[in-house]
């Protein structure tokens, strides 16, 4: 990632305790709610381990594939279960985002590597730059749709940790805008 290690910091603890938190919604007693917290967790932690900066790691050359079969297995996933959720929708272009930054990361040669934080040249511009689109109206409705959700439910002491709207909404907020940090970096 170009300019200081702080960044990509910030973007692992985002992502992990955005992952930790859809942990906690699998214990939710809605099976749809737990459906998409599982999908969603995976996310966050896939996206945290790109996100540690090149210089404290650089994976093996293995590691890029691996990350590609995980991802576009939950891709598969998420449009299997796109038949029930339109939510699955988008973890279904999440999947494929996912996919996209370890090929592309997969090219780049050697010690040049970002972890989804290219260093020019790396990727499709013209499908990064759908996918900045897509997230960058994702991030928008999603915080358009916080506000509401946040004031209408007034976060009573009733709803166990997996059935909080409004934190749901707060964790996919926020891997929306770590996914379009990932992507700015490409």
Avoid: K, N
């Avoid at 297995?73 to 999440?94: C, N």
């Avoid at 209408?152 to 749901?168: I, S």
Wanted: glycine content about 16%; some cysteine.
């Amino acid at each position: 990632m170009h300019g200081p290690a702080t960044s990509g910091w910030l973007l692992v603890a985002l992502c992990a305790a955005t992952g930790t938190y859809c942990l906690l919604r699998m214990r939710s007693d809605v099976e749809e709610q737990r459906r998409a917290a599982g999908g969603e967790a995976l996310m966050g932690f896939g996206m945290a381990a790109m996100a540690v900066p090149a210089a404290v790691f650089t994976p093996p050359p293995w590691a890029w594939p691996a990350y590609a079969v995980v991802f576009g297995g939950a891709g598969l996933r998420a449009l299997w279960a796109a038949r029930s959720s339109r939510h699955h929708l988008h973890h279904l272009v999440g999947a494929a985002a996912m996919v996209y930054m370890a090929v592309a990361m997969a090219g780049v040669p050697v010690g040049t590597q970002g972890h989804g934080h290219g260093h020019g040249g790396s990727g499709i511009p013209l499908l990064t730059g759908a996918l900045l689109l897509y997230f960058t109206g994702y991030v928008l409705l999603t915080g358009v749709r916080l506000i509401p959700v946040a004031a209408a439910t007034g976060g009573g002491p009733a709803a166990g940790w997996g059935d909080r709207p409004e934190l749901a909404h707060a964790c996919r907020l926020a891997m929306g805008i770590a996914m379009l940090g990932m992507l700015l970096t490409m």
